[in-house]
């Protein structure tokens, strides 16, 4: 492992393992999930499902996690009002 590599997952902690695989292309190249997607082209291929970009991975998790606050808000705003 070289020195910037081990460097960034030294700071992994600090950083977030998304933030330590945007700044490694090569790191990211290297791992076959990531949030639940195939991130690897080999392994979508030999498992025949859909592969994603851990970029498009992220962005998803994102998506989920707005929409759940949403909901969320939504519901304790529905029960204020109601209560």
């Given amino acids: 492992m070289d020195e910037r590599a081990s460097s960034l997952l030294t700071g992994s902690n600090e950083l977030g393992m998304e933030q330590v695989l945007r ?45 759940n606050d949403y909901e969320l808000a939504r519901s304790i705003q529905v029960e204020s009002r109601d209560g």
């Fill in 23 to 67: 700044a490694d292309v090569g790191l990211s190249k290297g791992v076959c999930t990531f949030r639940g997607c195939c991130t690897n082209k080999a392994a979508a291929k030999a498992f025949d499902i859909e592969m994603n970009d851990i970029q498009y991975c992220s962005t998803l998790r994102q998506i989920k996690q707005n929409r």
